[in-house]
């Protein structure tokens, strides 16, 4: 059963910056594209980016394009989210999700996303 | 690109069927078939229902069907339980370049 762990909720200050891990378990972790979903408090989900990690090229949704950073290391089979510019419209609980199947699409718009993790919640505040 | 949008609430008796709609356009939902549900109790993260319009994961009750014809795709959940008292959203490829869309949400309360 895979599951994603991961890190702790992160406080940080307008204009800082902010990075999550994603840490899988199971032998899948390189052919299985991981997406980054994020979620404002009270209200609904974000579809952020996402990277199939043994391909490394990453796509991000456009309104944030600039600011998101996606990586993956094979090696400890964890992926990472960081956001620059930090502003109180990123606080938020992040999510990481795997997708249901491997394919060569980034977007988990086929098969959707069936594995996720429990949410970071990133707070940003002066 | 603005996201589908469902309605925001919908609510129904125990043992009733109901229908949440998940309104796009011909860029997302109605462009192509990768239209995703999914379900999400309150302080937990979102559960896949639905991927490819109609098709239900491993695990999954068949209380719960979709639907799409033209630019909406619809969420049936038969047989409402207290247990299906949660967040649904519906999901979408875009051609965008938002690349992938989720939809605004409904809460489904079960009376």
């Known amino acids: 059963q895979v599951q994603l762990v991961q890190s702790g909720a992160e406080v940080r200050k307008p204009g800082s910056s902010v990075r999550i891990s994603c840490k899988t378990s199971?032998?899948?972790?390189?052919?299985?594209?991981i997406s980054w979903v994020r979620q404002a408090p009270g209200q609904g989900l974000e579809w952020m980016g996402g990277?199939?990690?043994?391909?490394?090229?990453?796509k991000y949704a456009q309104k944030l394009q600039g600011r998101v950073t996606i990586t993956a290391d094979e090696s400890t089979s964890t992926g990472y989210m960081e956001l620059r510019g930090l502003t109180s419209e990123d606080t938020a609980a992040y999510y990481c999700?795997?997708?249901?199947?491997?394919?060569?699409?980034?977007?988990?718009?086929?098969?959707?996303?069936?594995?996720w993790g429990p949410g970071t919640t990133v707070t940003v505040s002066s | 690109q603005s996201a589908p949008t469902q309605p925001a609430s919908v609510s129904g008796s125990p043992g009733q069927s109901i229908t949440i709609s998940c309104t796009g356009s011909s860029s997302d939902v109605g462009g192509h078939n990768f239209v995703s549900w999914y379900q999400q109790h309150p302080g937990k993260a979102p559960k896949l229902l639905i991927y490819d319009v109609t098709n239900r994961p491993s695990g999954i009750s068949n209380r719960f069907s979709g639907s799409k014809s033209g630019n909406m795709a619809s969420l049936t959940i038969s047989g409402l339980q207290a247990a299906d008292e949660a967040d649904y959203y519906c999901s979408s490829y875009t051609s965008g370049r938002t690349l992938f869309v989720f939809g605004t949400g409904t809460k489904v309360t079960v009376l």
């Open positions: 990277l199939i990690p043994i391909l490394g090229s990453a």
């Open positions: 199971g032998d899948t972790f390189s052919r299985f594209a």
């Open positions: 999700a795997r997708a249901a199947r491997e394919t060569v699409e980034v977007t988990p718009a086929s098969y959707g996303l069936d594995v």
